[in-house]
Each structure stands twice: as structure tokens, then as C-alpha cells.
């Protein structure tokens, strides 16, 4: 199988983790985010990742919910209609932290 792992690049030793475990598997792993490609403008950087996507299988996503650069891969992988699996979301963010007061005060009424 071959996989694009997408996400924040601050995940690094988690998505090295997982590489190794599709690879160990026997499964064939791209990370557009840890390609060299200075020669590459933003949107060169688009295509070159439209380009991996359109070629893997499935897409993987290890992501803080914060990376618009994931958002954007997300929607190519979506419109291409290629299978995705959440390997991890980071829990901790803002909207978590809103609902966490949201109940809170809907609680205390």
C-alpha cells in the first residue's frame, strides 16, 4: 500500500513512528513535508503534494489542528476522493478548551 502521511511538522517522531510501522508492514511511505524542494515556490509545494496524494493509496493525518498547510492537503486528498485514517489530532486546542467552558457554565445555571 502506499501512503502520504500529512500533518504538522512539529509531530516529527511521531510521524517517523508511524513510517516505520506502515514500512515494517511492507507499505511504501511519502511525508511531502520532510521533502527537499528549495527549487519549489508555494505553489510548486502545492502541486508537488497534489501530486503525492493523487499517487498514494490513503492518506494518513498526524495533526495540531492549527497547520493551514494540512487543512489545504486535507481538501486535495477530500476532493480526490482518497481514503483517509486520523492517526492523531492534537486534544488540546482552543475549541476544546470553549466546550470545556461552555459546559461548565451550562452546569452552573
Known amino acids: 500500500m502506499k501512503v502520504v502521511i500529512i500533518g504538522s511538522i512539529q509531530y516529527v517522531e511521531k510521524i517517523k513512528e508511524h513510517k516505520k510501522k506502515l514500512e515494517r508492514k511492507g507499505g511504501i511511505v511519502r511525508i511531502p513535508a520532510f521533502d527537499d524542494h ?9 502541486k ?6 493523487k499517487w498514494a493509496d490513503e492518506v494518513h493525518i498526524i495533526w495540531d489542528r492549527r497547520s493551514m498547510g494540512t487543512i489545504f492537503d486535507f481538501g486535495m486528498a477530500f476532493a480526490l476522493e482518497k481514503p483517509i485514517r ?9 475549541e476544546g478548551v470553549m466546550k470545556k467552558y461552555e459546559k461548565e457554565k451550562q452546569e452552573q445555571k
Do not use: A, S
Open 38 to 46: 528549495k527549487e519549489l515556490d508555494e505553489l510548486g509545494v502545492c
Open 86 to 94: 486520523i492517526i492523531y489530532l492534537e486534544p488540546k486546542t482552543f
Open 48 to 53: 508537488y503534494n497534489r501530486e503525492l496524494i
